[in-house]
């Protein structure tokens, strides 16, 4: 099985801030690699396929980047609305295993 | 609109079983592979089955091999989650969502979650 790993954990962080998120898979997963938002009591929400392909009705202060083992969620401005928790996700191979999740909140 | 449904969960005490159940809508549902997802509290999200368009495919986590069952109707436009011999530690939020085909197997539509709790 595959293994995600994403650092940090948590992070504290302002409006207007650059945040910074990095995933990591045991094994090359190419560009195999979701993002998702989740916040307290609701269903996850798909941000980013493949690596770096915005979703339909994402702002586009997300982006996303990398390939083979490391990658990376950025958000370049952050808004109120973008405190949360973030998953990355590999669908190169099941199981569909995803990050431990990144903690975002206000400072 | 498009959307999934989630229906079934509940109090079970251990050792019983569940059906979970998704109704889509806004799709073609016999167009999509599907997946369950849980979610314990407080806890990160774990993948736990999936099941392609032809029910050709079906995969379980290791974790519950053995105890669950997917399956689909296409013609109800419903996926189903069969889980037997519960224990406490499958109490979660159990989230059906469908891969979004073209997006590199991404998660795209997700349900609102069925709450589980497995307790005497």
């Known amino acids: 099985d595959i293994q995600m790993t994403q650092s940090p954990s948590s992070l504290s962080a302002s409006v207007g801030d650059r945040v910074t998120i990095t995933c990591r898979a045991s094994?090359?997963?190419?560009?195999?690699l979701s993002w998702y938002q989740q916040k307290p009591g609701k269903a996850p929400k798909l941000l980013i396929f493949?690596?770096?392909s915005l979703q339909s009705g994402v702002p586009s202060r997300f982006s996303g980047s990398g390939s083979g083992t490391d990658f990376t969620l950025t958000i370049s401005s952050l808004q109120p609305e973008d405190f949360a928790t973030y998953y990355c996700?590999?669908?190169?191979?099941?199981?569909?295993?995803f990050g431990p999740g990144t903690k975002v909140d206000n400072k | 609109e498009v959307q999934l449904v989630e229906s079934g969960g509940g109090l079970v005490q251990p050792g019983g079983s569940l059906r979970l159940s998704c109704l889509a809508s806004g799709f073609t549902f016999s167009s999509y592979e599907m997946n369950w997802v849980r979610q314990v509290p407080g806890k990160g999200l774990e993948w736990i089955s999936y099941?392609?368009?032809?029910?050709?495919?079906?995969k379980y986590a290791d974790s519950l091999k053995g105890r669950i069952t997917i399956s689909r109707d296409n013609a109800k436009n419903s996926l189903y989650l069969q889980m037997n011999s519960l224990r406490a530690e499958d109490t979660a939020v159990y989230y059906c969502a469908r891969d979004g085909r073209i997006l590199h197997g991404a998660f795209d539509i997700w349900g609102q979650g069925t709450m589980v709790t497995v307790s005497s």
């Open positions: 099941i392609d368009t032809s029910v050709n495919i079906i």
């Open positions: 996700q590999q669908t190169y191979s099941i199981p569909f295993t």
């Open positions: 493949a690596t770096s």
């Open positions: 094994q090359s997963i190419s560009i195999y």
